[in-house]
């Protein structure tokens, strides 16, 4: 959790990352749903509204109590939606795999305080859902 919050924190002004360049740059390539669960529980000060899906759409909007809130935080950061609502991720997505190389990545994610308190939802889903990269094999 520490260093998925890490990574959205790294995440510039301006820009927006996806759950599955998160997940990828974390090691676990087919992790984007995980992140999303993560991502749940983010603490405030973590730039969240910085986190889209694969599609470049506002996925995670709810959690920021109006409708429009999170789009509203974007905007003024500079970025530009399509008619449909989209983020375009040519123009405003921030890969850590791209952007960043390994050392930086590295020693960015060795940086993360480890000091994250997982709930027991999250825990769970983490344990047993079969989607979950960390799934207890049986």
């Known amino acids: 959790m520490a260093q998925v919050f890490t990574l959205v924190q790294t995440c510039p002004a ?6 599955s360049w998160i997940g990828k740059a974390l090691g676990y390539p087919r992790g984007a749903r995980m992140i999303g669960w993560i991502m749940k529980e983010v603490p405030r000060g973590i730039p969240a509204h910085r986190v889209v ?15 429009g809130e999170m789009r ?6 500079g970025v530009v939606f399509s008619p449909d609502g989209r983020v375009d991720l040519k123009s405003y997505g921030w ?3 791209q952007e960043l190389d390994v050392t930086d990545l590295q020693h960015i994610l060795a940086s993360t305080s480890p000091s994250v308190k997982v709930s027991e939802r ?10 979950s990269p960390l799934k207890k094999q049986n």
């Open 53 to 67: 899906n694969s599609k470049g759409e506002l996925t995670g909007s709810w959690a920021f109590g109006q409708l």
């Open 72 to 77: 509203q935080y974007l905007e003024v950061e």
């Open 122 to 131: 999250l825990l769970h889903l983490l344990r047993n859902d079969p989607a």
């Open 95 to 97: 890969d850590p795999l």
């Open 14 to 19: 301006g820009r927006v990352t996806t759950y």
